[in-house]
């Protein structure tokens, strides 16, 4: 089945975005670098101004702010899961083992915010009720939207090479981001239906909601889901750009699809309804994430300043 997209602009374009901004920054940092379109404005003092970068040792501090275009792949072709971005900051701990070869782990946090919705969706499957008898449950749901709101604790870790090229430096890296969902709520409102048909008797329970069956019922959920830890791997260029204080840099990164963080919490359809006859009164839908396979992937910049 086709995944639903979180928006429109492929992954490789917004990575090829990225090396074609760290291209302009690069050539415009080589032309202001440049001595000899600076020979007119040479003064001499009889001596030599301080460089504005120091020398580096083998260990710096980054802060960085970011800014991202996260995806979510599920496999229930009809939920639409719109346009969503994701923004946050942190800081970088780099270790430099030799001149081209470094060690960049820290920590952050983002922020993001899911805007789902779905038309309509019906499924059947079998299911058992609180007396044992075998029935088929059929699933219902029309205008349903789902706002998540996800804030995550964010540790990278990378491993980065290093290429100078005049005043500016240009690097390549490759490494793991984990991500522990500190707040992971979600919001859920639509029209459902949890109808129970029984074959054996030709019975079709469609409205005894102390028995949780209900056909066209308006509901609204507000609840938490339960994510375990996601781990996505992750490429990504960037550059360092000299300042009078440290130096700036900018990182294009592309994430590699996680893990599902919702593996051992799946019911067998979206909106499944109550099970074994629980009353409607205390029952509340699972989100969509409760469903199918999910994972995480995307695209994110950061910008920073490394001293």
């Known amino acids: 089945m086709r995944s639903t997209h979180i928006y429109q602009l492929s992954a490789k374009q917004a990575l090829i975005l990225g090396f074609l901004l760290s291209f302009i920054c690069t050539s415009i940092s080589l032309q202001a670098s440049n001595p000899a379109a600076n020979d007119s404005l040479v003064i001499n003092k009889g001596e030599e101004e301080p460089a504005i970068e120091s020398n580096r040792g083998w260990y710096s501090t980054s802060l960085y702010a970011e800014f991202g275009m996260p995806k979510i792949n599920h496999n229930e072709a009809g939920l639409d899961y719109g346009k969503t971005f994701s923004y946050g900051g942190g800081f970088n701990l780099n270790f430099r083992f030799v001149k081209w070869l470094g060690l960049q782990v820290g920590a952050g946090l983002s922020f993001q915010n899911n805007n789902i ?18 029935y088929t449950q059929i699933i219902t749901a029309r205008d349903v939207k789902e706002e998540q709101t996800w804030l995550f604790l964010n540790i990278p870790l990378a491993l980065s090479y290093y290429r100078e090229l005049g005043k500016i430096e240009l690097y390549g890296f490759g490494g793991v981001e984990l991500r522990h969902a500190l707040k992971a709520d979600y919001n859920q409102n639509g029209t459902f239906g949890h109808q129970g048909y029984y074959e054996q008797w030709n019975i079709l329970f469609d409205d005894l909601p102390a028995l949780g069956f209900y056909t066209d019922r308006p509901m609204e959920v507000e609840a938490k889901m339960e994510a375990d830890l996601l781990t996505l791997p992750f490429v990504g260029i960037g550059m360092f750009a000299p300042s009078q204080k440290g130096r700036f840099y900018l990182e294009a990164r592309y994430y590699f699809k996680s893990n599902d963080p919702f593996a051992d919490e799946k019911y067998p359809s979206l909106f499944p309804g109550p099970e ?8 509340k839908n699972p989100s969509v994430m409760n469903y199918g396979d999910v994972s995480f992937e995307g695209i994110k910049f950061v910008l920073g300043i490394n001293f």
Do not use: L, P, R
Request: charged share 25%; proline share 0%; glycine share 8%.
């Open 117 to 134: 919705s779905m038309e309509s969706y019906e499924a059947k499957f079998h299911a058992v009720d609180s007396e044992g008898d075998a």
């Open 276 to 283: 074994h006859n629980q009353a409607i009164g205390t029952y």
